[in-house]
């Protein structure tokens, strides 16, 4: 089993920055790729970003590239999401998802493991 908890969420003006955390813990030898997603209210969840344990190259989407960015540390078994420049439509509750799959995915239903959410709230 694979734990996954949130951090770094809260209340930011547009234009401003936000920087969120994923811990994970358990079987974490197992997994492959880490990915961000999100769900503002009334909408379906969203892919974000994703990146490989092993591998560098990070997926995006078109809506966040430029503004955010993906990384790990692996010796913490933790992914980072840097958002830089944000607008009040990247308000949403964000997601920590890991799955065993050896490329990227980007569809919600490829991720096996998830965290509880944290709250990103940016106001114009």
């Known amino acids: 089993q694979v734990q996954l908890v949130e951090s770094g969420g809260g209340l930011v003006q547009a234009g401003g920055s936000l920087r969120l955390s994923c811990a994970a813990s358990?079987?974490?030898?197992?997994?492959?790729?880490l990915g961000w997603f999100r769900q503002a209210p009334g909408k379906e969840r969203e892919f974000v970003a994703a990146?490989?344990?092993?591998?560098?190259?990070?997926n995006y989407a078109d809506s966040v590239k430029g503004r955010f960015a993906i990384s790990r540390d692996n010796a913490k078994n933790t992914v980072y999401l840097q958002m830089n420049s944000l607008k009040p439509e990247d308000t949403a509750v964000y997601y920590c998802?890991?799955?065993?799959?050896?490329?990227?995915?980007?569809?919600?239903?490829?991720?096996?493991?998830w965290g509880q959410g944290t709250q990103v709230t940016v106001s114009s």
């Open positions: 998802a890991q799955s065993v799959r050896t490329y990227l995915p980007t569809a919600s239903r490829e991720y096996d493991y």
């Open positions: 358990g079987r974490t030898r197992i997994l492959s790729a």
């Open positions: 990146i490989s344990w092993v591998r560098t190259n990070p």
